[in-house]
């Protein structure tokens, strides 16, 4: 039987703990008309509970499908996947709704699926409260209020989509995603629709969600420049985890901070990885590498022999 993890709330924005992602060799396949397009070829990906992540990849890398699945929305083929302890294999019916209902939240790249365009931004955020049952009438509003604060749009309380801005539309959205204390916020190209200002605004705003509530966020994204609002990103390629960037900021010794990122590329439980392209590129590695075995590292080498095509053989002639 799958449960709902119980949740630890305060009186207006609420804060959870337990939201752990894990997948293992994550598998989708899709058939249409006779031919098999694998969508996800293995993924494995592990998010912390509260961390903030991005996921980055080009177009038809991957990174769509494997938040439909970890959303609830569809299904993988093979591997597995769980968020916040909740085995997404088996979850059907009552419990996928009630999983969508309340483990997890969800923001739209268009800002128009986000919103219903004949409530208020109060009413947006109180409507998914209601339908969950989690909140007694007298403390929605208050709720309601305390995320619209939080998120810096309470003057949009008493106003309908349509009289919001685009970025003002996407705070309620957030607003909207974490009413019921979900332990993950998942978001597809929450900025697609936004200028770079905007853009940055509504970024800051999940990272606050994330601070205040310990919500886990999850955002997909094919804007590198996301990647700066967050503590990791993870790209796909191909569909695989490919690379990780890590951030951190640190103090040197005059007390100035310093920002800095760390590049590592994923290694699989088989010990393969995928070199980022621009090595590949810059080295003009094909086909295949030379390794070698170092004390303290490995090194990757380009063949000497495919750079030198092999003389052809003398004729009779020509001897």
Known sequence: ??????????????????????????????????IEVQALQGLTLHVSAGDLVAIVGASGSGKSTLLTILSGLDTPTAGTASVAGIDLL?????????????????????????????????????????LAGRER??????????????????????????????????????????????????ADEP???????????????????????????LIVTHDPTVSEHVRRTVQIRDGRTATEVLRRRETDEHGAELHIAEEFAVLDKVGRMQLPQDFVSALELKDRVRLTLEDDHAGVWRDARQATPAEPEQTEDER
């Open 1 to 34: 039987m799958t449960t709902t993890p119980t949740t630890t709330q305060q009186p207006t924005t609420g804060r959870v703990t337990g939201g752990e992602i894990v997948c293992e060799d994550l598998v989708r396949i899709y058939a249409a008309e006779g």
């Open 90 to 130: 088996t979850l059907r019916g009552r419990a996928r709704v009630a999983y969508q209902r309340h483990t997890v939240g969800f923001v739209w790249q268009q800002t128009s699926r986000n919103l219903l365009p004949y409530l208020t931004a109060l009413e947006n955020i109180a409507l998914p409260m209601t």
């Open 137 to 186: 009438p007298s403390t929605l509003a208050q709720r309601a209020d305390g995320l619209l604060e939080m998120l810096g749009v309470g003057h949009c309380r008493d106003k309908r989509p349509g009289a919001m801005s685009g970025g003002e539309q996407q705070r309620v959205a957030i607003a909207v995603a974490v009413a019921n204390s979900p332990q993950v916020l998942l």
């Open 191 to 217: 900025t697609g629709e936004l200028d770079e200002a905007t853009s940055a605004d509504v970024l800051e705003m999940m990272r606050t969600v994330n601070a205040e509530t310990g919500v886990t966020v």
